[in-house]
């Protein structure tokens, strides 16, 4: 059985579940499933991230797209974007910028991003899926990687769209689910199961740089914590520091 049935059927019975519902025919038909064929699926060998292999691509992330998204604070999403761009410039990734209408709708990309990311160009497009605008894709084919991490407002369609196209591509994509934001909680959950049917493997913007940063012994392993800027690591260090006294 091929691997994307095997996802659309947990994504059915997660939806079910999401939506309070739980048909036995739909149950039944997916543990059925599960006790059938999963055995037999060969898991993929794991072929971690690395600077050498992965992009970034940042989509949408505008002031007027900020101003409706509720399952983060505005706060914390500006946080969490900047963290990965910076994390992911310390590790000497491709990063490509693209917004949308953004004279006409949805404004400039929020400014804490472009100061975070001098001399990196904004492509401004109007195809609602990124991949489908012939400068954003080539710039991402350009990059010549193969694995690419999305982040996107909003989740579900501008991570999730060119994300879901990548797959189909034949390429690995990633999407940092809190450095996207969306404007319900109906909209992230079926956005995520969306993409998990896809192939989309869904991560947080931390995780994603520290695994491409592999060896906290690596020069770059500063700027990266830096960047990410995890509250706790600070009184973590501030500990090692005065027990180092």
């Given at each position: 059985?091929?691997?994307?049935q095997f996802l ?12 309070g ?9 997916h ?5 059938e064929?999963?055995m037999?699926e ?9 600077s ?8 949408d ?24 761009a ?16 953004r004279?006409?709708?949805w ?14 160009p904004?492509?401004?497009?109007s ?6 605008d012939?400068k954003?894709a080539?710039?991402i084919?350009?990059?010549g990687r ?13 991570a999730a ?23 319900s ?16 493997i ?18 770059e ?5 830096a ?19």
């Amino acid at each position: 059985m091929e691997r994307r049935q095997f996802l659309q059927s947990t994504g059915l019975g997660a939806a079910a579940t999401m939506l309070g519902v739980a048909p036995l025919t739909a149950a039944t038909t997916h543990l059925s499933f599960l006790k059938e064929n999963v055995m037999s699926e060969q898991p993929r060998p794991y072929e971690p991230l690395t600077s050498e292999n992965a992009a970034l691509i940042l989509i949408d992330h505008q002031v007027g797209l900020m101003t409706g998204v509720r399952d983060y604070s505005t706060g914390e999403l500006k946080h969490n974007v900047v963290g990965l761009a910076k994390a992911a410039k310390a590790l000497k990734l491709p990063i490509i910028v693209t917004t949308t209408a953004r004279d006409s709708m949805w404004g400039p990309t929020f400014p804490e991003l472009v100061e975070a990311l001098p001399g990196v160009p904004i492509i401004d497009r109007s195809p609602v899926n990124a991949f489908d605008d012939p400068k954003v894709a080539q710039a991402i084919t350009a990059t010549g990687r193969k694995k690419l991490i999305f982040a996107g407002i909003s989740l579900e369609v501008c991570a999730a769209f060119p994300a879901i196209t990548a797959v189909g591509n034949g390429l690995d994509a990633y999407v940092a689910v809190d450095a996207s934001g969306t404007f319900s909680e109906t909209k992230r959950q079926v956005g995520l199961l969306r993409m998990l049917q896809a192939g989309v493997i869904l991560s947080d913007y931390a995780t994603l740089m520290v695994e491409i940063l592999k060896d906290n012994a690596r020069p770059e392993a500063g700027p990266v914590y830096a960047a990410i800027d995890m509250p706790w690591a600070k009184l973590v260090g501030q500990i090692a520091q005065a027990y180092g006294k």
